[in-house]
């Protein structure tokens, strides 16, 4: 087999393949800590969209499975290593290729840090809207890859509502660009869809041509809200968006996150504060937006509803819905989950998740993009164990019912990955199913792309 590695080292720049164990360390794993990676046999680390054909083309030729990464962060176990794979690093793809301020587009390359892309469009007076939480450590090309969500979805949709074309190469080394560089167009199938949210198992997305938007003249106007449950929390978002407000951003922490975060940051929150509810508008009138919101929130039972005095203070409280993925860390070893529900069937979905919470004996911290439906029930459990604990795994299997039987689904914006494979085929049933298998053997016959992930 090391003749065949030489053979992909000859074939693109000096020092582009590793192969050393400890070098290759850093590639294994992604951020979900349930999940066991295996033993690349090698690593590309590619510049260019030539070195990702050569790639793919050499590991057709010796069937090696080919794990695409970016950087890493997936919480579905989708970067994950595989036992004689080739992990294919697009992370080093960094160009921004063009930026047209005029037809506000940008074509980026897959390895362009998400928040990098927002950074270069500030400066014509734009922005790149979808903003995952990991918008400093994760790519664009990962970012397609999963369809990622963020906090802005609420108003801009999600990763798949600013993309525009790809450019990606196919198993085998050919290089397909879908989509168009117009705001209209329908030629032909929506390529461009099929590859958004395929997971690195159709072929690797190299560059894309991404929509901007124009940029708010100002920071948005944000308000925190305090309630005494997390079920009170979640009947106010739903009266702020039965009463058509239009939040820019609209998040949901539970008493579990807010506890984590408080012991480790002194936020303050007194014990009348169970839920926090961060809300912005960046509309036309944001200070008008927030105070309607306030006004709901205090009619729905909140014990405190303070609208932000500074900018400053507005970073600060997005600041700690950013911190509550490291605080929960703090507490042991956490599964993260992502279901959604339709907005209005949110309130229901949160008791679901107390129930199940309670019912299995299980330590569940829940954070949401509660303007999308969109929770994260985390399941903490001790960091010593050896596998995810079955009364964790049977909660979970109780809460992705709950969201299918409330009209929702298994992942708003993670992805299936490894960790949620088993419900799929409940979700999409047999027809949809059969469907997703056709698709990947057209593409894929050999089914080399990202193995063991999705389906
Ligand atoms: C602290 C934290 C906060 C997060 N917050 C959010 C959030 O708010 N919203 C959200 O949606 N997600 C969030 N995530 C999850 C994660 O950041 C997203 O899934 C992100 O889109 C992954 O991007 P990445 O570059 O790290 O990709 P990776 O983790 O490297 O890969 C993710 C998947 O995409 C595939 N892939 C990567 N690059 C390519 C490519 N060029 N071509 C084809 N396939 C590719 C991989 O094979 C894998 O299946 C968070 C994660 C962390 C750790």
Not at 88 to 96: D, E, F, G, H, V
Not at 225 to 244: C, N, Q
Not at 400 to 421: D, Q
Request: with cysteine.
């Amino acid at each position: 087999m090391s003749d065949a590695v030489d053979e992909l080292r000859k074939a693109v720049p000096d020092g582009r393949v590793l192969t050393d164990p400890d070098l290759m360390a850093a590639y294994r794993r992604d951020e979900t800590p349930t999940v066991s990676p295996g033993q690349p046999r090698c690593v590309l680390l590619a510049g260019r969209t030539s070195d990702v054909a050569a790639a793919l083309a050499w590991a057709q030729r010796h069937r090696v499975p080919v794990v695409p990464r970016g950087g890493g962060t997936s919480l579905a176990g989708g970067a994950t290593a595989t036992d004689g794979c080739l992990v294919l690093s697009t992370a080093r793809l960094t160009a921004i290729r063009e930026l047209d301020p005029a037809n506000e587009t940008v074509v980026a390359e897959a390895g362009v840090l998400t928040a990098d892309v927002d950074r270069a469009a500030a400066a014509h007076g734009l922005m790149y809207a979808p903003d995952p939480s990991s918008l400093e450590i994760s790519t664009i090309g990962g970012n397609l890859a999963t369809n990622a969500g963020g906090l802005r979805c609420v108003k801009y949709g999600v990763t798949r509502d600013s993309v525009l074309g790809l450019e990606v190469v196919l198993p085998g080394g050919r290089v397909l660009r879908t989509g168009r560089r117009t705001v209209k167009g329908v030629t032909g199938y929506d390529l461009t869809g099929l590859f958004v949210g395929s997971e690195g198992t159709l072929g690797v997305i190299t560059s894309a041509t991404l929509r901007l938007r124009p940029r708010p003249a100002r920071y948005p106007s944000t308000l925190a809200a305090g309630f005494p449950s997390f079920g009170a929390a979640a009947r106010a978002v739903a009266a702020i968006l039965a009463a058509r407000l239009r939040p820019s951003l609209l998040e949901l922490m539970d008493s579990v996150t807010l506890r984590a975060i408080e012991e480790w940051q002194n936020t303050g929150f007194g014990a009348d504060v169970q839920a926090l509810l961060i809300a912005q508008d960046d509309g036309e009138q944001p200070d008008l937006g927030v105070a309607r919101m306030r006004d709901v929130c205090l009619r729905e039972g909140a014990s405190m509803a303070e609208v932000s005095g500074s900018e400053a203070e507005s970073r600060q409280l997005l600041e700690l819905r950013r911190l509550s993925y490291p605080a929960l860390d703090r507490l042991g070893a956490t599964l993260t989950e992502d279901v959604c529900v339709p907005r209005t069937r949110l309130p229901e979905m949160v008791a679901r998740v107390e129930q199940a919470a309670r019912r299995h004996g299980v330590l569940v911290a829940t954070v949401a993009h509660a303007g999308d439906g969109n929770l994260h029930p985390l399941f903490v459990f001790d960091r010593g164990l050896p596998d995810v604990p079955p009364q964790v795994w049977a909660a979970a299997d109780e809460i992705f019912r709950a969201a299918l039987e409330l009209g929702g689904t298994l992942t708003g914006e993670h992805g299936v990955g490894i960790i949620k494979r088993r419900w799929l085929g409940t979700e999409l049933g047999p027809e949809a199913m059969a469907v997703h298998h056709a698709i990947k053997n057209a593409l894929d016959p050999d089914g080399i792309m990202n193995p063991g992930k999705v389906l």
